[in-house]
């Protein structure tokens, strides 16, 4: 019997792998459906009416939306006058209830998406988001300055993942 190549040999190694995959995947799939376990996505808990539209009108978006263990919350700004660091606690307080309010917390964020109005402000918004107890291991974070600033003249803006 000839010795097989080593492209027969990978070839038959991803096969395998594939259907090992696709096995396991199905088993998950038909055990999460038997049990009831189904991924489900759900509204939150809100801490903010951001989503409301004027004249009771259907939202636009929602505030926090739980999909398995994960908690994905939009954007908070701060839409009153006020300093990078006043708009900075606001906003980091306001997520900071949204997220108790929905069974997570500040140590359970794993990503931070911050967008600031003039990149000017990085320092002083760093100096205050630094302040905050992240936990032992920092979300992994974005900062950018979009074009044209953020909706509703607010000095920054956040949005975060986490688990619940």
Do not use: C
Not at 28 to 54: D, M
Not at 60 to 73: D, H, R, T, V
Not at 143 to 156: F, R
């Amino acid at each position: 019997m000839p010795k097989p190549s080593r492209r027969a040999l990978l070839k038959n190694a991803a096969q395998a792998a594939a259907v090992t995959t696709a096995g396991a995947f199905m088993a998950e799939k038909a055990s999460a459906q038997t049990s009831g376990g189904l991924v489900k996505r759900s509204p939150l808990p809100e801490a903010s009416g951001g989503n409301a539209q004027p004249g009771g009108a259907k939202p636009l978006f929602s505030s926090a939306i739980a999909y398995g263990n994960l908690l994905f919350l939009a954007g908070v700004g701060a839409h009153f006058e006020g300093t990078i660091q006043q708009h900075t606690v606001h906003v980091l307080d306001q997520l900071e209830k949204t997220l108790m309010a929905s069974g997570s917390s500040i140590q359970k964020v794993l990503q931070v998406r911050v967008f600031l109005n003039d990149l000017k402000d990085y320092d002083a918004m760093n100096a205050v988001y630094g302040q905050r107890d992240w936990g032992s291991l920092p979300p992994v974070r974005t900062t950018v300055a979009p074009a044209g600033g953020i909706p509703g003249k607010s000095l920054v803006e956040i949005d975060v993942i986490a688990y619940i």
